[in-house]
């Protein structure tokens, strides 16, 4: 894969241009299974050798820039396994899925038809989509009711909002998402649901859930300063302290700041979050330069910015905001724009947890997130 012919090809064609790009990269990734399941390199000559090479197989995928050709490694001795088909197109199908279901129910506009035609969706029926929906449903429902292990010593929790088609109409819609670090310093997405908006009564319903599943053992839920999700983790959570992301708690103070004094005063809340004491001070001289909002804000939360500071000093930088959460975030967003909105709850529920699951592959099997050493 030769990065300056793809970046001219990508010049002179920027969809055949990002085609090959993925094509290259799938190739190359399966080669490194490959590799991995081997225990050696192309004509490599080692005692560690499982098995042997046996040429290649072209195999299609259908991918957000087109139908792509890839060729799958074959192994001699026992069949080759990749994540690569079963991982990419999950996520794929969700996405075509929630386009294909909008353009049916009889909502598209032209974005919709030139994505529908985009992901080459012109032959599909209406039964093959819903044989496709019912299948990745299985997965979700699997994904969403398994047993939770172990104890869960930290919880992190956010929502993001969604146009979801509900009674004839696009509503804003909050897809609550809660993830975890186990007690071996893993971490894991526990949950997404999808409900009218992210007030106590839905929380408390969230995290009913999680219990009927094993959750239990919490000490320390991090969140962003939102009343309903305080409301519900002091109800649920007996025992547990609440940490004030410091990032949405900077983010709340600066927003009723002008623009001209911005920097300064984040400055001052950085240097504040690093110094107790501070910060009293701060929310003092904000109320006399006249920022009273900015002033109440720091007097709401500043009791709840440090009980991080209650477990070991080593996993400070990791709890004391929700910027884990930040792929997640990102990613459902990215994806998004290609759908627009969704045609109903279960298809947002369908892209997002597919896109999770993922996501939770790489951090379940990855490096170990918080450091256990003292």
């Known amino acids: 894969m030769n990065i300056s012919d793809l970046a001219e090809d990508y010049l002179i064609d920027p969809k055949e241009g990002m085609r090959k790009l993925t094509a290259g990269l799938l190739n190359e990734v399966m080669q490194v299974e490959a590799e991995n399941q081997i225990q050696a390199r192309p004509y490599e000559r080692t005692c560690k050798r499982k098995a042997h090479r046996n040429g290649s197989r072209q195999r299609s ?4 820039h087109g139908e792509i050709e890839l060729d799958k490694p ?31 129910e009889g909502v598209s506009t032209r974005k919709v038809e030139k994505v529908f035609s985009k992901f080459g969706l012109n032959n599909i029926s209406a039964s093959e989509v819903s044989r496709i929906a019912k299948k990745l449903d299985k997965l979700v429902n699997e994904f969403l009711n398994r047993p939770i292990e172990g104890s869960i010593p930290y919880l992190f929790l956010d929502a993001s909002y ?27 997405i526990l949950s997404a649901t999808v409900d009218d908006s992210e007030d106590e009564s839905c929380w408390e319903s969230c995290f009913d859930s999680l219990k ?3 959750l239990k053992e919490v000490k320390l839920v991090i969140s962003d300063g939102h009343k309903g999700i305080q409301a519900a983790v002091e109800k649920e959570f007996l025992g547990a302290s609440w940490q004030m992301c410091n990032v949405h708690f900077m983010r709340a103070v600066l927003k009723n700041i002008p623009k ?3 920097k300064e005063v984040a400055y001052m809340l950085k240097d504040a979050l690093e110094d107790e004491r501070k910060m009293q001070e701060v929310a003092v001289i904000l109320d006399e330069r006249g920022h009273k909002k900015s002033a109440d804000t720091v007097d709401r939360f500043r009791f709840d910015l440090w009980n991080y500071k209650s477990f070991p000093r080593q996993h400070w930088r990791r709890i004391r905001t929700t910027n884990g959460l930040e792929r997640i975030n990102k990613e459902l967003k990215r994806r998004s724009r290609v759908s627009g909105a969704y045609s109903n709850d279960q298809s947002l529920l369908r892209v997002a947890v597919c896109i999770m699951m993922d996501i939770n592959e790489d951090w379940i099997t990855g490096k170990r997130y918080l450091s256990l050493e003292e």
């Open 260 to 262: 001209k004094d911005k």
């Open 74 to 104: 074959q192994i001699r001795e026992f069949p080759f396994k990749t994540k690569v088909f079963e991982r990419y197109s999950r996520v794929e199908e969700s996405v075509r899925v929630a386009v294909a279901e909008s353009y049916f």
């Open 61 to 64: 995928l259908k991918t957000i």
């Open 162 to 188: 969604f146009k979801v088609r509900t009674d004839g109409r696009y509503i804003n819609k909050a897809l609550l998402v809660v993830t975890d670090i186990h007690d071996d310093g893993y971490r894991e």
């Open 212 to 214: 009927s599943r094993g």
